[in-house]
């Protein structure tokens, strides 16, 4: 299956159990349709983060759309997180809530806007090819312990921001070293 309509299918799935979810209330059963809903949604980001993201920066580069489609990744991982920590108390509802749109907002604007840049951008062979590995990934992601892989990934998205903020401040540091160095030079 082509790899932009494989995702819009999975995003369909998840539309689908948030329905479910919302339907449950608080009822028992709520706890079983949130841990598919997990499930689904971190090897949704798995694919995405691994293969598909990867493979649109090669072929249209590091875009506003495709880094900002990164970032929501961030706050979907931190949703889910919270959203699991307050299953079965009074604040699941609304954290779900909050998660589900994060996650429709991402999803419309990837099929919306990413999705025909891709398509136009990456032969339907490669599309097809890039779907199989996303199909087999997801099929492997998904059978995996969601929890442990939210943190991984939290601690991936902070150690992220944490590198980009040490960065700067090295940088700023470096063009002041820099500039010191400079003025020196130009005093003698």
Same mark, same amino acid.
């Not at 293969?51 to 929501?72: H, N, S």
């Not at 902070?158 to 030079?185: C, V, Y």
């Given at each position: ?87 079965? %108390?009074?604040?699941? $509802?609304?954290?779900? @809530? =909050? ?7 991402? *999803?419309?604007? #990837?099929? !919306? ?34 929890? %442990?892989?939210?943190? $991984?990934?939290?601690? @991936? =998205? ?7 903020? *040490?960065?700067? #401040?090295? !940088? ?17």
């Amino acid at each position: 299956m082509d790899a932009t309509k494989l995702l819009k299918a999975q995003h369909e799935e998840v539309k689908t159990l948030f329905k479910q979810l919302e339907s449950q209330g608080s009822s028992p059963d709520a706890a079983a349709i949130f841990e598919e809903l997990a499930r689904n949604l971190v090897a949704h980001d798995a694919i995405e983060r691994e293969i598909f993201y990867p493979e649109c920066e090669k072929a249209i580069g590091l875009t506003d759309q495709l880094a900002e489609a990164l970032v929501e990744h961030g706050y979907v991982e931190y949703g889910l997180y919270q959203a699991d920590l307050a299953l079965g %108390e009074g604040s699941f $509802e609304a954290k779900c @809530q =909050v998660l589900k749109e994060v996650v429709l907002h991402h *999803a419309r604007e #990837e099929e !919306d806007d990413l999705f025909p840049e891709v398509r136009a951008a990456i032969e339907a062979s490669e599309l097809e090819s890039l779907g199989a590995r996303m199909e087999k990934r997801f099929n492997v992601v998904k059978q995996a312990d969601y929890r %442990e892989l939210i943190r $991984e990934n939290l601690l @991936q =998205v902070m150690s992220g921001a944490l590198k980009t903020k *040490a960065k700067k #401040e090295t !940088d700023k540091s470096e063009k002041a070293t820099s500039a010191k160095s400079n003025q020196r030079s130009a005093d003698r």
